[in-house]
């Protein structure tokens, strides 16, 4: 693994299921993020975590949920997908959290709900 | 509310010099990232800014002038491989990056 991979690449989601998205970094980076990006709009940032064991709610956090049991994986929990969570999902790692530090990303997930 | 305003897109041609500017209304500012990304892929780092002035890597420039709320991202010798968005991004005052919606750029030969 180098730097930062993301599973699935795609995946089609009937609504009402639940779905993981996970995210795996080998960089020992302390701060994670998950982000979802839709056409004309910014990234809009989900859910963080500044260190293992710790997470915080972002911008568009409800119908999501995330957990940081280790420094390497933060996965991305969909309770019970709705057809407004079709996007493009981005996982991404800073060595400190902060906003400073520049942020690695994963290649993404393309999640459609029908 | 925080705002930053990027144009949605712009065309250039192989060769030539492109300007996309970054305009951002934000509580506080700690810093400004712009990010390449090409279509379907993730973003990566291009350039980092905290301080009024220039900043030149390369064939690429950013620019900030914090009185103004204001940054540009110049491109200079245009290639073909630059048809990409570049994505403007912020740090508030609470430190929380702040995203543009980005600019698709198109290269023509």
């Known amino acids: 693994i180098a730097g930062i991979t993301q599973a699935p690449t795609s995946q089609i989601l009937a609504a009402g299921r639940r779905m993981t998205l996970r995210c795996t970094q080998d960089m020992r980076h302390n701060a994670m993020y998950w982000y979802r990006q839709d056409l004309g709009l910014g990234l809009r940032l989900i859910h963080y975590?500044?260190?293992?064991?710790?997470?915080g709610k972002g911008e568009v956090p409800d119908g999501y949920s995330v957990s940081r049991a280790n420094t390497d994986d933060f996965p991305l929990t969909l309770a019970s997908a709705v057809p407004s969570q079709t996007s493009v999902y981005f996982c991404?790692?800073?060595?400190?959290?902060?906003?400073?530090?520049?942020?690695?990303f994963g290649p993404g997930t393309r999640l459609t709900v029908l | 509310g925080q705002n930053i305003d990027q144009p949605t897109e712009m065309t250039a041609t192989e060769g030539a010099i492109v300007q996309i500017n970054c305009t951002y209304q934000?509580?506080?500012?700690?810093?400004l990232f712009w990010y390449q990304q090409h279509a379907g892929e993730a973003p990566t780092f291009l350039s980092y800014n905290v301080l009024d002035g220039l900043e030149e890597k390369g064939r690429f420039s950013s620019f900030l002038s914090r009185s103004k709320g204001y940054s540009y991202l110049l491109l200079k010798e245009l290639q073909m491989k630059d048809s990409a968005s570049y994505l403007c991004a912020v740090i508030d005052s609470n430190y929380q990056l702040i995203w543009g919606a980005g600019t698709k750029l198109i290269i023509k030969p």
């Open positions: 991404a790692s800073s060595d400190t959290s902060g906003g400073a530090d520049t942020q690695y």
């Open positions: 934000t509580s506080g500012f700690n810093g």
């Open positions: 975590s500044n260190t293992a064991g710790t997470t």
